[in-house]
């Protein structure tokens, strides 16, 4: 029995150890992404957003979709 929890102790370990690297990968990108906005200006944001856009375009439009009606919910009981 003691065995078998090890075993499970060093699989979640495991685990956590992929999450982590996966989670500092990431935050390295978008470290790396902030960095090139920052450099390229409104311009690369806006050309990395038309790219996508175009790769994407359902996505695109569902995600302008949500943020149009969150902008609506937040600004809409302010003209009440």
């Known amino acids: 029995m003691e065995s078998q929890d ?3 102790n060093s699989g979640v370990q495991a ?3 992929r ?3 996966i989670v500092k990968d ?3 990108r978008a ?3 902030v960095a090139s906005y920052r450099e390229g200006g409104v311009g690369q944001v806006s050309d990395d ?3 996508y856009a175009r790769r994407q375009p359902v996505t695109a439009l569902l995600i302008a979709t949500g943020v149009g009606l969150l902008v609506g ?3 809409g009981p302010g003209r009440r």
């Open 26 to 28: 990431v935050a390295e």
């Open 19 to 21: 999450v982590g690297a």
């Open 49 to 51: 957003i038309l790219e």
């Open 15 to 17: 685990g956590f150890e």
């Open 6 to 8: 090890q075993m499970t």
């Open 31 to 33: 470290r790396d992404t």
């Open 73 to 75: 919910m937040i600004l």
